[in-house]
């Protein structure tokens, strides 16, 4: 009978971890906290725990109009700028997975230069772009941007997943009389769930948390999404700390819980992309 042994690792690893783990969630439990705080307490011991717990903060910012609008706005931008994104991005993944043809690796580098450009490099261009379009002040002018600067990702991790699928199944399909236009939407799209829900939940709180676009774009205050809405709400009430910090933690838990609960799902997409 053997002994199963369990090393505990090495301490310097661990202190590392819990100095990252510390450094990220600091901030994030400081505005929680300092939500449930007076700005007297605030001001008396800016880093001690509520005493008394103060309600009044975050049931104020639950009951503004403002603060659900701006979450409404950038729920909807966020949903379209990941179907889209999604949507095109298996379109494009999928000849670069399944078909051999001239040109395709060079095409792919292109695709795989873009993660190298963020959005913020090309934010004047874009800026004149959707103003000639006339889509300023709309959420289109926004999410179709935010789609096509998350295509490069989206086409990274799925030309390997749609690549690993047996083509066995392509073949049989063809046999049975399916056109490749019928394969890719009958069969191809809903084996590669996985895939589309990683690309789908990156694109998705990439967009909630964006900010320097909506910024350009969205100048109508009933238009604007929910960081644009922070920022507003932290210039008019600067004196009103908890309250900016409670509607601050409120804006960030949609993003986090949502990423949190689609964590596992995400893994294990990405491990199907690796694989293949």
Same mark, same amino acid.
């Given at each position: 009978?053997?002994?199963?042994? !369990?090393? =505990?690792?090495?301490?310097?690893?661990?202190?590392?971890?819990?100095?990252?783990?510390? %450094?990220?969630? =600091?901030?994030? $439990?400081?505005?929680?906290?300092?939500? !449930?705080?007076?700005? /007297?307490?605030?001001?008396?011991?800016?880093?001690? &725990?509520?005493?008394?717990?103060?309600?009044? +903060?975050?049931?104020?910012?639950?009951?503004?109009?403002?603060?659900?609008?701006?979450?409404?706005?950038?729920? %909807? $931008?966020?949903?379209?700028? #990941?179907?889209?994104?999604?949507?095109?991005?298996?379109?494009?993944?999928?000849?670069?997975?399944?078909?051999?043809?001239?040109?395709?690796?060079?095409?792919? =580098?292109?695709?795989?230069?873009?993660?190298?450009?963020? $959005?913020?490099?090309? $934010?004047?261009?874009?800026?004149?772009?959707?103003?000639?379009?006339?889509?300023?002040?709309? !959420?289109? =002018?926004?999410?179709?941007?935010?789609?096509?600067?998350?295509?490069?990702?989206?086409?990274?991790?799925?030309?390997?997943?749609?690549?690993?699928?047996?083509?066995?199944?392509?073949?049989?399909?063809?046999?049975?009389? /399916? #056109?490749?236009?019928?394969?890719?939407?009958?069969?191809?799209?809903?084996?590669?769930?996985?895939?589309?829900?990683?690309?789908?939940?990156?694109?998705?709180?990439?967009?909630?948390?964006?900010?320097?676009?909506?910024?350009?774009?969205?100048?109508?205050?009933?238009?604007?999404?929910?960081?644009?809405?922070?920022?507003?709400?932290?210039?008019?009430?600067? /004196?009103?700390?908890?309250?900016?910090?409670?509607?601050?933690?409120?804006?960030?838990?949609?993003?986090?819980?949502?990423?949190?609960? &689609?964590?596992?799902?995400?893994? +294990?997409?990405?491990?199907?992309?690796?694989?293949?």
């Amino acid at each position: 009978m053997t002994r199963r042994t !369990f090393s =505990g690792g090495n301490p310097a690893v661990y202190a590392i971890a819990l100095v990252v783990v510390a %450094v990220t969630l =600091g901030p994030v $439990i400081y505005a929680v906290l300092g939500g !449930f705080r007076s700005n /007297a307490q605030l001001a008396s011991d800016p880093v001690g &725990m509520p005493d008394p717990w103060v309600w009044s +903060n975050y049931a104020g910012v639950l009951t503004s109009g403002s603060f659900w609008r701006y979450a409404l706005n950038s729920t %909807v $931008i966020a949903i379209v700028t #990941t179907a889209v994104g999604s949507l095109f991005g298996v379109m494009a993944a999928y000849p670069l997975a399944r078909y051999r043809f001239r040109g395709r690796e060079a095409l792919f =580098g292109i695709f795989t230069l873009g993660l190298l450009f963020p $959005i913020t490099v090309a $934010i004047i261009p874009l800026f004149l772009m959707v103003r000639d379009l006339q889509l300023d002040n709309s !959420f289109w =002018g926004v999410a179709l941007p935010q789609a096509a600067f998350a295509l490069p990702l989206t086409i990274v991790i799925l030309r390997p997943f749609l690549a690993a699928l047996p083509t066995e199944i392509e073949e049989a399909a063809l046999i049975d009389g /399916a #056109t490749r236009v019928g394969f890719f939407w009958r069969i191809l799209l809903p084996l590669s769930g996985p895939g589309l829900v990683t690309v789908g939940v990156l694109a998705f709180v990439a967009s909630w948390n964006a900010y320097l676009l909506p910024l350009l774009i969205l100048n109508d205050p009933v238009a604007k999404t929910l960081p644009l809405g922070v920022a507003d709400f932290s210039t008019e009430h600067a /004196a009103d700390t908890a309250g900016v910090l409670a509607f601050t933690s409120l804006a960030m838990i949609p993003a986090l819980v949502f990423f949190l609960v &689609m964590e596992r799902r995400i893994v +294990n997409g990405l491990q199907g992309a690796v694989k293949g």
